[in-house]
């Protein structure tokens, strides 16, 4: 049974940092994409970041350009969103999800498995 477990969300100050842990069992990470997606109360679910299978490509929406890294850590099994100079409209709450075949990497219908999240608060 695959699990996925997000932790390190929190409370901070705008121009904070996070880093957000992805740690997986029953699959192992490296044999898939991985990807970030977030949460507002109200809005629809968005893409953050995300790695292919062999770590080659990487994406990440707009506003996380410059300020997010996704990253993997194949021997934990886990995979990170270091998260620098946080505003308030990165306050939402985050999860990690396994992308087990083809399709645009930016849509959350190409995502098979997902965590149950974890809350990022940024206050102004």
């Known amino acids: 049974q695959v699990q996925l477990v997000e932790s390190g969300g929190g409370l901070v100050q705008a121009g904070a940092s996070l880093r957000l842990s992805c740690a997986a069992s029953?699959?192992?990470?490296?044999?898939?994409?991985m990807g970030w997606f977030r949460q507002a109360p109200g809005k629809e679910r968005e893409f953050v970041a995300a790695?292919?299978?062999?770590?080659?490509?990487?994406y990440y929406r707009d506003s996380a350009k410059g300020r997010f890294t996704i990253s993997r850590d194949n021997a934990k099994n886990t995979v990170y969103l270091q998260m620098n100079a946080l505003k308030p409209e990165d306050t939402a709450v985050y999860y990690c999800?396994?992308?087990?075949?083809?399709?645009?990497?930016?849509?959350?219908?190409?995502?098979?498995?997902w965590g149950q999240g974890t809350q990022v608060t940024v206050s102004s």
């Open positions: 999800a396994v992308k087990r075949g083809s399709g645009y990497y930016l849509l959350a219908l190409n995502y098979n498995d």
């Open positions: 790695i292919s299978r062999s770590g080659e490509s990487i």
């Open positions: 029953g699959l192992t990470v490296s044999n898939y994409a």
